[in-house]
């Protein structure tokens, strides 16, 4: 998520517009499709993240090194997508043997991609990974609406110095409402608009933490497969942050979707 404050100007809003407009139907059709077809979306953009994370750190893809790096997060999906989960978290764990900080792109990736397959998987799963995705997105362009036009006091000026509080507050918002809307397909408003707010911070932690690397790395972008938006580590930043969250809320609701969790925990929903 890039969110900058007043006078950072529009000139990339037709980018992120023209991206969006190719990108959201595809996800909405593979959300709704599931099956084969979501699950080599999120395995290709798993791979993808590996790649983006080995170039960014000095890795040559195409040394032998570098593409097992590369397919090392799909070969966890594919152990997922055969219910072997404790496999699939034992690979990204095993993933320490390419050092440090390679290895935490193998956690970012491998921990974000099973977690998006975890949740289709349960019960009105097409609907809990929708409500992921689209929390995470109403913060990510509240954020960025409300920066540009409220600007104000910096967020973290030492990590990301384009994020201000009023985008923050923007996108902090714009996630309790959406959450509350698409939670209303299931007559549980406030239970996600609580959990919506929580993604939504989340996904905000998630966007500074990638920031800060990416400053640590000198680089402005982790890519630029997608115009407007930079690369696959950019533009789900946040949601490589929320989707763990929900998968474990989803532990603790039973058939119910992650939403409920919150309002039971506290005696407000049996």
Same mark, same amino acid.
């Given at each position: 998520m890039n969110v900058a404050g007043r006078g950072g100007g529009w000139r990339d809003l037709r980018l992120r517009l023209i991206s969006a407009a190719v990108l959201v139907p595809l996800a909405l059709f593979c959300i709704w499709a599931g099956g084969v077809v979501y699950d &080599? #979306?999120? *395995?290709l953009v798993m791979a993808g993240m590996a790649f983006e994370g080995a170039a960014l750190l000095g890795l040559p893809w195409r040394s032998w090194r570098g593409i097992l790096f *590369? @397919?090392?997060p799909a070969v966890a999906a594919v152990a997922a997508l055969r219910s072997e989960w404790r496999a699939a978290f034992s690979v990204v764990g095993a993933g320490l043997l390419f050092g440090g900080p390679l290895w935490i792109v193998q956690i970012v990736a491998g921990i974000g991609g099973l977690s998006l397959l975890w949740l289709r998987g349960l019960p009105h799963g097409a609907l809990q990974v929708l409500f992921v995705i689209v929390v995470v997105m109403a913060s990510d362009t509240c954020a960025y609406v409300a920066g540009r036009l409220f600007g104000g006091p910096k967020l973290a000026p +030492?990590?990301?110095?384009g994020k201000t509080w009023s985008g923050s507050g923007g996108g902090f @918002?714009? &996630?309790v409402l959406l959450g509350a809307l *698409? &939670?209303?397909a299931w007559a549980d408003p406030v239970g996600g608009a609580v959990t919506g707010g929580l993604l939504g911070i989340?996904?905000?932690c998630g966007d500074l933490t990638? +920031? &800060?690397a990416k400053r640590r790395l000198g680089v402005k972008d982790s890519g630029a497969l997608i115009p407007g938006h930079g690369g696959l580590l950019d533009r789900f930043d946040g949601l490589l942050a929320a989707a763990p969250l929900a998968a474990l809320l989803s532990l603790a609701a039973g058939t119910r979707p992650f939403w409920s969790v919150? #309002?039971?925990a506290v005696g407000i929903m049996p």
């Open positions: &080599a #979306l999120i *395995v *590369v @397919v090392w +030492s990590i990301s110095p @918002v714009g &996630a *698409v &939670a209303s989340f996904a905000q990638e +920031s &800060a919150p #309002l039971r």
